[in-house]
Antibody, heavy 120, light 106 residues
Framework: EVQLVESGGGLVQPGGSLRLSCTASGFSFSSYWMSWVRQAPGKGLEWVANIKQDGSVKWYMDSVKGRFTISRDNAKNSLYLQMNSLRAEDTAVYYC?????????????WGQGTLVTVSS | SYELTQPPSVSASPGQTASIACSGDELGGKFASWYQQKPGQSPVLVIYQDHKRPSGIPERFSGSNSGNTATLTIGGTQAMDEADYYCQAWDSNTVIFGGGTKLTVL
């Protein structure tokens, strides 16, 4: 059974940093692109970043470029999101998602999400 | 930047057909995917590559994509289908989601 479990969320002050983790199981983690998607309270889904199987290619949404870094450790079946210079508008539930093999960059499995709150 | 537009809400009676549109410039030339999200739950992929259903998704869910509009159709809508639905596409190394549509089953 495919499982994605996020951790690391919490309350952080504006300008602060936080590192999210996602532990994967039930599939060959190193064979898949992975992604972070977020959802602000009461709002829609918003893609944050993607990373290729070997970590050599990374894409980011414009508003997090230079502040967030996606990475992975295939030996530990883990995905990470380092978030720096956090802003109030980064407040959201952050989901770890597996990019499907269908070739359309759809997401076929999602974690339960971890809440990040940026507030003083 | 590329944008996808969805109606905020759609309603349908039980047993009727519900259709949710997603519009974007030349969207028919890209692949569209659709997700269902119920309150307090993570999204679930219901349609990929415009019209294909992942394993476990009921046959009443179908999709199409042509011109500037992708459409998710739910035939024989059930109370359990009440949820938010999001379309998604990929363009220039960016993943885009539509704003979401709340389906109410009256």
């Amino acid at each position: 059974e495919v499982q994605l479990v996020e951790s690391g969320g919490g309350l952080v002050q504006p300008g602060g940093s936080l590192r999210l983790s996602c532990t994967a199981s039930g599939f060959s983690f190193s064979s898949y692109w992975m992604s972070w998607v977020r959802q602000a309270p009461g709002k829609g889904l918003e893609w944050v970043a993607n990373i290729k199987q070997d970590g050599s290619v990374k894409w980011y949404m414009d508003s997090v470029k230079g502040r967030f870094t996606i990475s992975r450790d295939n030996a530990k079946n883990s995905l990470y999101l380092q978030m720096n210079s956090l802003r109030a508008e980064d407040t959201a539930v952050y989901y770890c998602a597996r990019v499907s093999i269908y070739g359309d960059y759809s997401f076929d499995y999602w974690g339960q999400g971890t809440l990040v709150t940026v507030s003083s | 930047s590329y944008e996808l537009t969805q109606p905020p809400s759609v309603s349908a009676s039980p047993g009727q057909t519900a259709s949710i549109a997603c519009s974007g410039d030349e969207l028919g030339g890209k692949f569209a995917s659709w997700y269902q999200q119920k309150p307090g739950q993570s999204p679930v992929l219901v349609i990929y590559q415009d019209h294909k259903r992942p394993s476990g998704i009921p046959e009443r869910f179908s999709g199409s994509n042509s011109g500037n509009t992708a459409t998710l159709t739910i035939g024989g809508t059930q109370a359990m289908d009440e949820a938010d639905y999001y379309c998604q596409a990929w363009d220039s190394n960016t993943v885009i989601f539509g704003g979401g549509t709340k389906l109410t089953v009256l």
